[in-house]
């Protein structure tokens, strides 16, 4: 996996993984075949019904599914980098030519930890949030989304939380990479959207 370490000023920088271009040499991951009995057929449903949501434009599944993006917008843009983390066999880590790689280490631990701490104090909230918005909210008519979003975003903090984990603990190899182009600065959001003039 390629992340990029930004500097937005002297004393502050961000890390950047575009979830669109990942490593070209990098096998994508194949699903495993669905196993036998009753375990396989719960796979395969749930897998026909992942693909039958991500192509629901009407009806009640077409309504779900955009309150669902409209939801994942308001997440963190670094989550999928985060995500990525407890798969990934390698990390190529590409930093500012006047940056050293024990600083860009240094730096990188230190955005890990800020992030572990952030996810674990979410993922206690939306733990707590869940089974009172699924008691309270569960007479509504429909699905009980702001419920399941709560439990599902326990979930997934959780497994951010088992990436940055296996980050820290060093059980992924890094690589790091001098760019000269990566000493711009760049302008905009602090979570990177807009990427540097070079």
Same mark, same amino acid.
């Given at each position: 996996? *390629?992340?990029?370490?930004?500097? *937005?000023?002297?004393?502050?920088?961000?890390?950047?993984?575009?979830?669109?271009?990942?490593? =070209?040499?990098?096998?994508? @991951?194949?699903?495993?075949?669905?196993?036998?009995?009753?375990?396989?057929?719960?796979?395969?449903?749930?897998?026909?019904?992942? @693909?039958?949501?991500?192509? =629901?434009?009407?009806?009640?599944?077409?309504?779900?599914?955009? %309150?669902?993006?409209?939801?994942?917008?308001?997440?963190?843009?670094? @989550?999928?980098?985060?995500? +990525?983390?407890?798969?990934?066999?390698?990390?190529?880590?590409?930093?500012?030519?006047?940056?050293?790689?024990? @600083?860009?280490?240094?730096?990188?631990?230190?955005?890990?930890?800020? +992030?572990?701490? +952030?996810? =674990? %104090?979410?993922?206690?909230?939306?733990?707590?949030? &869940?089974?009172?918005?699924?008691?309270?909210?569960?007479?509504?008519?429909?699905?009980?989304?702001?419920?399941?979003?709560? &439990?599902?975003?326990? %979930?997934?903090?959780?497994?951010?939380?088992?990436?940055?984990?296996?980050?820290?603990?060093?059980? %992924?190899?890094?690589?790091?990479?001098?760019?000269?182009?990566? !000493?711009?600065?760049?302008?905009? !959001?602090?979570?990177? +959207?807009?990427?540097? &003039? =070079?």
């Amino acid at each position: 996996m *390629k992340v990029y370490m930004l500097l *937005k000023d002297d004393r502050s920088s961000l890390f950047y993984s575009d979830p669109d271009h990942l490593l =070209a040499d990098e096998p994508p @991951e194949q699903d495993a075949a669905p196993g036998r009995g009753l375990a396989g057929r719960l796979l395969t449903r749930w897998h026909r019904f992942q @693909e039958t949501f991500r192509q =629901a434009d009407a009806g009640v599944m077409g309504w779900c599914r955009r %309150i669902w993006v409209w939801l994942h917008s308001r997440t963190q843009p670094d @989550e999928p980098l985060l995500f +990525r983390l407890r798969t990934t066999n390698r990390l190529d880590l590409h930093h500012p030519l006047s940056q050293s790689g024990a @600083e860009t280490s240094m730096a990188w631990q230190a955005y890990l930890t800020g +992030r572990r701490r +952030r996810h =674990a %104090i979410r993922m206690i909230a939306n733990s707590l949030i &869940a089974p009172i918005a699924g008691l309270l909210l569960f007479p509504l008519p429909g699905p009980n989304l702001i419920g399941y979003w709560f &439990a599902y975003r326990a %979930i997934h903090h959780t497994l951010l939380i088992g990436g940055i984990r296996r980050a820290l603990g060093g059980k %992924i190899p890094i690589t790091y990479h001098p760019e000269s182009w990566l !000493d711009l600065r760049v302008e905009g !959001d602090p979570w990177g +959207r807009r990427r540097p &003039a =070079a």
